[in-house]
């Protein structure tokens, strides 16, 4: 539904990064390394989509260190790798503002893409908060 219906390109990319991650995980509950590998399958199909990496300012500025920061805290247990993945990805939304876009929608606007937040990245943080949420990590206080 989301690659077919939500306009733009975060469709495409939020569909296809949800489902490598349900390909990833098992049929029952998944535990923290398990989730990890998922959310690495999900970045990897969100860069193999739209081609992008860090530094371009997109959705891909919070997931990858969000992957890399879940994946270095899973051993400590879900709660505690969401909320390590949740800050990643909050600190690199905030990252993208004095950049540049180099891929996406926002590419167009050149340098009048400087100095805002990337929507990509921001919803790429929201919905690793709703996770870390979900998941039961303690409150991190506003997202930054």
Same mark, same amino acid.
């Given at each position: ?5 939500? *306009?733009? /390109? ?19 509950? +998944? ?6 590998? /998922? ?5 990897? /199909?969100?860069?193999?989509?739209? @081609?992008?990496?860090? @530094? ?6 919070? !997931?990858?260190? +969000?992957?890399? +920061? ?7 247990? !879900?709660? $505690? ?6 800050? +990643?990805?909050? $600190? ?7 950049? $540049? ?20 990245? $921001?919803?790429? /943080? !929201? !919905? ?15 997202? *930054?």
């Amino acid at each position: 539904t989301l690659i077919s219906t939500v *306009g733009g /390109a975060s469709g495409p990319l939020y569909g296809s990064a949800l489902r490598a991650m349900g390909a990833a995980l098992p049929d029952g509950p +998944a535990d923290a390394a398990q989730l990890a590998a /998922a959310l690495a399958a999900g970045l990897a /199909a969100v860069q193999g989509l739209g @081609g992008a990496v860090l @530094g371009d300012k997109t959705m891909v500025d919070a !997931l990858a260190p +969000a992957v890399e +920061a879940f994946r270095a805290a899973a051993d400590r247990g !879900l709660p $505690q790798a969401a909320e390590a993945a949740a800050r +990643a990805a909050e $600190q690199g939304a905030a990252a993208t503002e004095p950049l $540049q876009a180099r891929k996406g929608r926002a590419s167009y606007l050149g340098p009048r893409s400087t100095g805002h937040r990337d929507p990509g990245a $921001q919803s790429t /943080a !929201l !919905l690793l908060r709703a996770l870390a949420t979900a998941a039961g990590a303690p409150s991190a206080g506003p997202p *930054g």
